[in-house]
């Protein structure tokens, strides 16, 4: 079992810059994909961000793409989130998730379905 807990949400006017954490407990996941969705009000759950066991591959959504960066400190057993020049659409409780053990489970998907364990999330609001 993998216990996610995010951090470093919260209140940023447009513009600025925040970095969500995502803790992880239970064991070792350095073999494990981990990626990053939010869900806005009224709104589905949509991917944000993934990266491989390794870090050495990252997905990123057409929307968060050039500000947005994953990447993650295995040692720490920990994946962030750097969000800079936040928009008011960016507003939503995002969300990281970790891929199951072994084979496939080591490179990111766009699929919230692929993946096993899940946080409780963490809220950003962007105010214009």
């Known amino acids: 079992q993998v216990q996610l807990v995010e951090s470093g949400g919260g209140l940023v006017q447009a513009g600025g810059s925040l970095r969500l954490s995502c803790a992880a407990s239970?064991?070792?996941?350095?073999?494990?994909?981990v990626g990053w969705f939010r869900q806005g009000p009224g709104k589905e759950r949509e991917f944000v961000a993934a990266i491989s066991g390794s870090g050495g591959l990252t997905y990123y959504s057409d929307s968060v793409k050039g500000r947005f960066t994953i990447s993650r400190d295995n040692a720490k057993n920990t994946v962030y989130l750097q969000m800079n020049s936040l928009k008011p659409e960016d507003t939503a409780a995002y969300y990281c998730?970790?891929?199951?053990?072994?084979?496939?489970?080591?490179?990111?998907?766009?699929?919230?379905?692929?993946?096993?364990?899940w946080g409780q999330g963490t809220q950003v609001t962007v105010s214009s």
């Open positions: 239970g064991r070792t996941f350095s073999n494990n994909a």
């Open positions: 998730a970790a891929r199951g053990q072994g084979g496939l489970n080591y490179y990111p998907s766009y699929s919230p379905s692929s993946y096993v364990y």
